[in-house]
């Protein structure tokens, strides 16, 4: 079983930072692309930031300049560090991973999405 739980939400003034981290366990082969997506009240998830496979990079028109991604293989964690917070910021962020997984050491890698259970940002006016 693969498990991503994230960490580091909470609530910020206008101006802030916070740092999310999104932790993945269970039997990993690999973790390919990485990302971030939010739900604000009433509105449709959508992508913040992610990682690709190829290592390339994307961010929302929205948190560029403010946002970075990164990810630190060796701790099979990802991390959304936050700056210059606006209220419109306020979502539930989700990480995400593409995860490969093996049932033995003799078959191939199996590719699936997996989700964080979701962490709070509110960022007060």
């Known amino acids: 079983q693969v498990q991503l739980v994230e960490s580091g939400g909470g609530l910020v003034q206008a101006g802030g930072s916070l740092r999310l981290s999104c932790a993945a366990s269970?039997?990993?082969?690999?973790?390919?692309?990485v990302g971030w997506h939010r739900q604000a009240p009433g509105k449709q998830r959508e992508l913040v930031a992610q990682?690709?496979?190829?290592?390339?990079?994307n961010y929302a028109d929205s948190v560029k300049g403010r946002f970075t991604i990164s990810r630190d293989n060796a701790k099979n964690t990802g991390y959304l560090q936050m700056n210059s917070l606006k209220p419109e910021d306020t979502a539930v962020y989700y990480c995400?991973?593409?995860?490969?997984?093996?049932?033995?050491?003799?078959?191939?890698?199996?590719?699936?999405?997996?989700w964080g259970q979701g962490t709070q940002v509110s960022v007060s006016s």
């Open positions: 269970g039997s990993i082969f690999s973790i390919n692309a």
């Open positions: 990682i690709a496979s190829d290592g390339s990079i």
């Open positions: 995400y991973a593409v995860i490969g997984t093996r049932q033995s050491i003799y078959s191939p890698p199996s590719l699936a999405n997996y």
